[in-house]
C-alpha cells in the first residue's frame, strides 16, 4: 500500500490549496479515504472522509470550506481546501481505511494506511 501526498504549502486567509494523494499497490475503490490533519503539539483529528459510493463526512470546523473527492480511474482523492484560516495550519495527512464513512473521523485508529503527510501553513 502507497499513499503519495502532494499539493501543500503557504497560503495567506482566505487563499485556497487542493491536496492530492496518490493510492496504489490496492483495492483502491474499495476503501474508505481520510484526510487528517495534525497541527504542532495537538493530536491528529479528522478532517474529512469519502466511502466507495462517494458518500462524504466533514469535520464541522470546515463544513462549507473543505471538498473532498476522489478519482476512481486516477486512483486519486482530492482535499480542496478554500477560506482557509490560520487554525487550518497543520500537516495533512492521506489514509485509507475499512470504516463506515460516519464513523471514520472520530479516531485515526480506523484507517490502517497512512501517506507521509504534507503541510499546509496559513498566515
Known sequence: VQLVESGGGSVQAGGSLRLSCAASGFSYSRYCMGWFGQAPGK????????DRVGTTNYADSVKGRFTISRDYAKKTVYLQMDSLNPEDTAMYYCAAGEVPVRQALR???????WGQGTQVTVS
Open 107 to 113: 479516531s485515526r485508529h480506523y484507517f490502517a494506511s
Open 43 to 50: 493530536e491528529r483529528e479528522g478532517v474529512a472522509a469519502i
